[in-house]
Each structure stands twice: as structure tokens, then as C-alpha cells.
T-cell receptor
């Protein structure tokens, strides 16, 4: 079983749609959680950190359920520019430990 | 300010050859990471440096892979006797200690 598993995708949605991505992680010692965005042939870039209390950044909302080891990302009012691959990422709490990435879920927003 | 830079951006080599991939981290970042991303996969950890020393090399797939960071800044990932399965994008990231990791644009390695 992979450490981080994501919805297989791809997700094809029209502009203005709401789309949700789910992710589960296997290592209960994981302490930090993130969503990264990766555009085609580009490097991953941090979209947002994820906290147990949930956090929102504009149209993006991330949630963490530690008991279920489950992470989600909700995108409201999708824009064409949201088209990308979204990577679910976890990290143990020790200093300097590596990021563990899921395979990513591809989102394509069409007009 | 300048971000993480990696050279070359693309490298095509033949099976069995030796390659070196270079990473210039953000100035002042003490931590440096190498990841490898195969097509359709997320990045996978290879090795982590804190300063000059490799603090964690558990992700290196075998002894053909080696990395150095002699002065605690620039790092070189070295791959001996390349195989077709080594073809991937090699990503470098740097951070202040355990902080946010900033990624470079990657080196796309193709082994023919």
C-alpha cells in the first residue's frame, strides 16, 4: 500500500463547478499535510497547508481528519487557470524529513 | 530573489553512461533535497542534505546513485551506468531547516 493515495482522476469539469479531491495516508506519525499544485512540465508549488481545524484560501478549502487519516481539497467556482495536477503531500514531524507525495490528481477545467 | 536552479534542464544520454545533475539552492538554505518524478507519478524522495552531510539517503534506489554537497550549497547528483529506467525528471528542493521546501524546475533525464 502506498503511503499517500489519491483519487485516480482525471477530473474534467466546466468553469464554475465545485470539485473535491480526496487523499488518505497510511503513516499515523505524519504531522504536516499539504496540497501542492503542479502545472504540466513544471515543478510542484505549495498551494496550501492543511490543518485539523480546516483552512480556507479564497476559493480553496482544505480539511484534515486525523482519525480517518484523510485529507481533502475543495475548489469552488473553478477557473480555467485551475487546470493542473494536485498533489497530496504528508511529512513526519522530524526536522528535515522528506515530503511524501501522492500520485496526483489531474484537473481539467473547460469553458 | 533567485529561486532554486538546476542544470541542465534536459539531458539525453545512452545506456551505461555516467551523468551529473546540478542543483543551486536558494542562498542561505541549509537543507537540500533530491526527488525523482517518473511519468504519471508524484515526486519520490532520494536524498536529503543538512549542510554538507547527507542526513538521509534512504531513497537512493541503488549504489549507482550518489550525491554530494561539498560546501553546503551547490549539490550534484551522480548516476553511474545509467539504465533506461532512470529516465525521469530529477527535482531539487531547498529550505531553511525544516521549513517550506522550494522546488527547482527539474532536470529531465532521458536514457536511450
Amino acid at each position: 500500500r502506498k503511503e499517500v493515495e489519491q483519487d485516480p482522476g482525471p477530473f474534467n469539469v466546466p468553469e464554475g463547478a465545485t470539485v473535491a479531491f480526496n487523499c488518505t495516508y497510511s503513516n499515523s506519525a505524519s504531522q504536516s499535510f499539504f496540497w501542492y499544485r503542479q502545472d504540466c512540465r513544471k515543478e510542484p508549488k505549495l498551494l496550501m497547508s492543511v490543518y485539523s481545524s480546516g483552512n480556507e484560501d479564497g476559493r480553496f478549502t482544505a480539511q484534515l481528519n486525523r482519525a480517518s487519516q484523510y485529507i481533502s481539497l475543495l475548489i469552488r467556482d473553478s477557473k480555467l487557470s485551475d487546470s493542473a495536477t494536485y498533489l497530496c503531500v504528508v511529512k513526519a514531524n522530524q526536522a528535515g524529513t522528506a515530503l511524501i507525495f501522492g500520485k496526483g490528481t489531474t484537473l481539467s477545467v473547460s469553458s | 530573489g533567485a529561486g532554486v536552479s538546476q542544470t541542465p534542464s534536459n539531458k539525453v544520454t545512452e545506456k551505461g553512461k555516467y551523468v551529473e545533475l546540478r542543483c543551486d539552492p536558494i542562498s542561505g538554505h541549509t537543507a537540500l533535497y533530491w526527488y525523482r518524478q517518473s511519468l504519471g507519478q508524484g515526486p519520490e524522495f532520494l536524498i536529503y542534505f543538512q549542510g554538507t552531510g547527507a542526513a538521509d539517503d534512504s531513497g537512493l534506489p541503488n549504489d549507482r546513485f550518489f550525491a554530494v554537497r561539498p560546501e553546503g550549497s551547490v549539490s550534484t547528483l551522480k548516476i553511474q551506468r545509467t539504465e533506461r529506467g532512470d529516465s525521469a525528471v530529477y527535482l531539487c528542493a531547498s529550505s531553511f531547516s525544516e521549513g517550506k521546501q522550494f522546488f527547482g524546475p527539474g532536470t529531465r533525464l532521458t536514457v536511450l
